[in-house]
């Protein structure tokens, strides 16, 4: 299995939303709630930014539904910025395991949200708190 970055989300990004969820029936308030935070708090045009918003979607619910199906809920996503790029950040409260790319795995057989986030981001990393564990993906402000 694949390792990935150990760290926190870059310092200086600033939260721009939060979403709680305790099931898969709420990702598509986090779909639409991240496009309407992505389109408030973009400083250029959704043309600028090309398919950046629906990368960020598409890896967003990956992890959350990864969160919400194996870690500990409640399952917290949040949406935070820098000068330069967005961060998406999803937390759950499983400090049991790890997050590891799955090289592994069968295609059909699930576990390709990390492999996603890793093709559609920038950069991918995971930290841990006392309590939560942290998978964040960075994403630029335009094409």
Do not use: C
Not at 57 to 65: C, F, Q, S
Not at 71 to 77: K, Q
């Amino acid at each position: 299995m694949s390792q990935l970055r150990t760290s926190p989300p870059p310092p200086d990004a600033e939260e721009l939303h939060v979403w709680v969820l305790d099931s898969t029936s709420e990702l598509r308030l986090l779909r639409a709630g991240l496009i309407e935070a992505i389109n408030t708090h973009a400083p250029v045009s959704r043309t600028d930014l090309a398919d950046i918003p629906d990368r960020m979607v598409l890896v967003a619910t990956e992890l959350a539904t990864n969160a919400i199906k194996h870690g500990l809920p409640p399952t917290i996503t949040r949406l935070l910025r820098t000068r330069d790029e967005f961060v998406i950040d999803v937390a759950d409260h499983d400090l049991s395991s790890v997050p590891e790319l799955a090289d592994t795995r069968p295609i059909n057989a699930g576990g390709r949200g990390l492999h996603l986030a890793n093709a559609f981001a920038v950069e991918v990393g995971w930290y841990a708190t006392e309590t939560t564990k942290h998978i964040w993906a960075v994403f630029p402000l335009g094409s």
